[in-house]
């Protein structure tokens, strides 16, 4: 029968594996049995300050032992974590919490699960979590959108945490031998679903690293003993730019998680420097079941399907409970983990979720193998002479250019209804690369219309917390640095320099 609550996984974990030490940080180490005894305890203290099941509980959270447990113990108890970035400005931060209503915000976390590193902390006692969590209980709020407004809080629920746990093991070939590095943001899904829960699930350790930085990521694995680490956004790249060095691939590390898939080319470069294997995948905080490239793959290398996002993703044990299909170019999924929907938002949910099936706003490519090849994220979608274009694309072109570290690619107002392109760039550090030559080498890549018209050098481009570039925090306007392309058309606002 499958584990369905989050409290039945850590009860579970803790019956199976009691004093096998489960979480690892530079702070200290807990077990399995440890865990679930500081749980329980802070279980207590928040009923002592009078949470209930179905509470909302804000948490402000940072990559912390402390901060995770508290979260855990708010899940087992029944009630609601809303998990906050802590880097949230004040305007942010007030606004979701007057949008959420928690009866109880918690900013330190030490209130709760403060002796945590206590020596034999579960007393050599088995712990029983005594919580009425039930699978379709409501278990976190994801805010996906972070404003000044209304955020957009993804409900997920308990059956959602539970079998991305159990599938996650089993998607990635791990075992209780295994441990699970993770410096992904415990306020996101990724952390929380496969990283904790997964690790859980199959009796695996966990890592938990503060934060990502490439200078220091290769060392903490080492010091570990990490096996495996989830990777999303420019994680990958960013690592693969760190100076080369002779012990690059000397870690216990064997494989890593990431999405959306790279380049056969680049991976396969990825791969032999740092001595593992890139598991691709497709996943959102709507739906932990999404995609996943196929397992066997140290037995298969020949066969995987490099540049996909794989085939659909199936519960290990209940099998087939996940599909997916294409409506207009649009991923479509339909599972038993899909988000009941948005927090006090009925119309945004009933234009995501149509019959039970999820609308995820991604343009994807049916290879007719069962796999699927990403494409562009629907509304970032660019319209222009009359024709639809992708940014990923126009992005992948220009960053080609060996004088290109990286590089975002916009719609920006135009006088003729529809958008003119613009990119932003970052150059290497020697490079005297014009942006004349760098519209040329995209035209030379690129039909005429995806070209684009504007040109912008940056030092580096705005990342939000899990490494994504945040285009929402791009300069706007037409600066006098900025390169047109065709300086005869009028744009609305903008003065040639």
């Avoid at 199936?314 to 409970?321: M, N, R, V």
């Avoid at 719609?411 to 003119?420: R, W």
């Avoid at 020697?430 to 940056?458: C, G, I, M, N, Y």
Wanted: proline share 7%; glycine share 8%; hydrophobic share 40%.
């Amino acid at each position: 029968m499958a584990v369905e609550t989050i409290p039945d996984l850590v009860q579970a974990a803790a019956d199976a594996h009691g004093e096998r030490i489960w979480l690892r940080t530079d702070d200290g180490e807990l077990s399995f049995a440890a865990a679930a005894a500081t749980v329980g305890r802070a279980i207590d203290r928040l009923r002592e300050d009078g949470v209930q099941p179905g509470d909302r509980v804000a948490l402000l959270i940072h990559n912390t032992a402390p901060d995770l447990l508290c979260w855990l113990a708010v899940s087992c108890l029944g009630a609601v974590a809303v998990t906050i970035n802590p880097a949230s400005s004040p305007a942010e931060l007030n606004g979701l919490v007057s949008q959420v209503r928690p009866a109880l915000r918690i900013d330190d976390p030490l209130r709760y699960a403060g002796d945590w590193r206590a020596p034999s902390s579960s007393g050599g006692r088995a712990t029983t979590l005594s919580t009425t969590a039930h699978p379709d209980d409501i278990a976190a709020f994801i805010p996906t959108s972070g404003t000044t407004g209304r955020s957009k809080l993804v409900m997920q629920t308990h059956r959602a945490y539970a079998y991305a746990g159990a599938g996650f093991p089993y998607w990635m070939e791990l075992t209780a031998d295994d441990r699970l590095m993770t410096s992904l943001p415990l306020f996101h899904i990724n952390a929380p679903a496969y990283s904790v829960m997964g690790s859980l699930a199959c009796g695996a350790g966990l890592i938990l690293l503060r934060r990502f930085s490439a200078s220091s990521f290769l060392e903490a694995a080492r010091r570990h003993g990490a096996t495996e680490f989830n990777a999303i956004g420019a994680m990958l790249e960013i690592l693969m730019r760190t100076p080369r060095r002779p012990d690059d691939a000397a870690t216990d590390l064997r494989v890593v998680y990431t999405g959306p898939s790279p380049t056969r080319e680049w991976q396969e470069q990825f791969e032999a420097r740092f001595g593992l294997r890139v598991v691709c995948g497709y996943a959102m905080s709507e739906s932990p079941y999404g995609l996943i490239w196929p397992r066997g793959g140290e037995k298969s290398l020949r066969t995987r399907p490099f540049g996909t996002l794989g085939s659909v993703r199936q519960h290990p044990t209940l099998g087939e409970i996940n599909q997916a299909k294409v409506l207009d170019g649009e991923l479509l999924l339909r599972n038993p983990v899909i988000t009941p929907g948005y927090f006090e938002m009925p119309a945004q949910t009933a234009e995501t979720i149509v019959d039970g099936w999820l609308h995820t706003g991604d343009l994807v490519t049916d290879n007719g193998d069962g796999t699927y090849t990403f494409l562009a994220r629907k509304k970032e979608v660019l319209r222009r002479r009359g024709e639809n274009l992708s940014p990923a694309e126009v992005e992948e072109a220009i960053a080609s250019h060996p004088a290109v570290v990286e590089c975002a690619v916009v719609g920006v107002p135009s006088d003729l209804t529809e958008e003119e392109v613009k990119a932003f760039v970052v150059l290497r550090a020697d490079s005297e690369a014009s942006f004349a030559e760098l519209h040329d080498w995209a035209a030379q890549r690129l039909t005429s219309f995806k070209v684009p018209r504007f040109w912008q050098r940056l030092d580096r481009l705005p990342r939000t917390p899990t490494a994504r570039v945040a285009k929402h925090q791009l300069p706007s306007g037409h600066p006098r640095e900025e390169y047109d392309a065709d300086p005869s058309a009028a744009v609305p606002g903008w003065t040639p320099p």
